[in-house]
């Protein structure tokens, strides 16, 4: 397989991963404002990052601090 190859399989996967992240965050503006919202460019808004965290089957839990 070649670089060439690879490179193009992972633009392949790279733009498979965009589409679900898209769909299961339920966020209808582009991909590249969802790439701002997480890039550091702007703070992403808590929904955001709780859309997020869902679509990569994670949750989120909080812990009271004991000091």
Known sequence: MTLRNILETLRKWLL???LVLKKRTG???SFESLY???SGERGPG???IL???????LKLHAKA???
């Open 16 to 18: 498979i991963l965009k």
């Open 27 to 29: 966020m209808q503006h």
């Open 36 to 38: 701002k919202a997480l």
């Open 46 to 48: 808590f929904d955001t």
């Open 51 to 57: 859309k997020v965290i869902g679509a990569l089957g």
């Open 65 to 67: 601090s004991h000091g």
